[in-house]
């Protein structure tokens, strides 16, 4: 596989609602507990969820402590529906910025979850990319897969207007 795409493109089926994803991608605490792939913890600095707010994390080796810090902003939030935002790491050797498109669409067992990287900075082995991704939405589904997949009982998902 050609590292020079730098586009990853992933797809999920998920027993849960789409309200109730959304919010797992909008949600501090549910991020630093889903994102960060196997081996990492996550920081969540700051996360403003709406269209032209900001999020700012850290995320750092358990065994060995070496982090990386990045951060970006929020272009399009259609609840339960559509997040499109951007991200940028801190370090310069991984310069560039990346756009990330979470589409989610409701079907009969839950939440059919579509993601598109673009941008990933050419040091990074797309490989890697997915690897991350399908640990962190591993993750996601541990976190988000209860009760009734087809109701979300808690649907207070963050205001993004």
């Not at 050609?2 to 605490?29: E, I, K, M, N, W």
């Not at 991350?132 to 993750?139: A, F, I, M, N, R």
Request: charged share 15%.
């Amino acid at each position: 596989m050609s590292t020079s795409s730098g586009t990853v493109r992933l797809h999920r089926v998920l027993r849960a609602p789409p309200s109730r994803v959304y919010r797992a991608f909008l949600d501090a605490a549910a991020m630093a507990k889903w994102l960060p792939p196997h081996g990492f913890t996550a920081t969540v600095h700051a996360l403003d969820a709406r269209v032209g707010g900001s999020h700012r994390m850290t995320f750092t080796a358990f065994a060995g402590g070496e982090s990386h810090s990045f951060g970006g902003s929020y272009v399009e939030l259609v609840p339960g529906r559509l997040i499109r935002y951007t991200d940028r790491f801190d370090d310069p050797a991984l310069a560039g910025e990346m756009q990330v498109t979470v589409t989610l669409h409701e079907v009969a067992c839950g939440t059919s979850l579509d993601i598109v990287q673009a941008g990933i900075p050419t040091a990074i082995p797309v490989e890697f990319c997915y690897l991350g991704w399908q640990e962190s939405l591993g993750q996601l589904a541990a976190l988000v897969e209860f009760g009734n997949p087809t109701a979300d009982a808690d649907s207070s998902a963050p205001d993004t207007t």
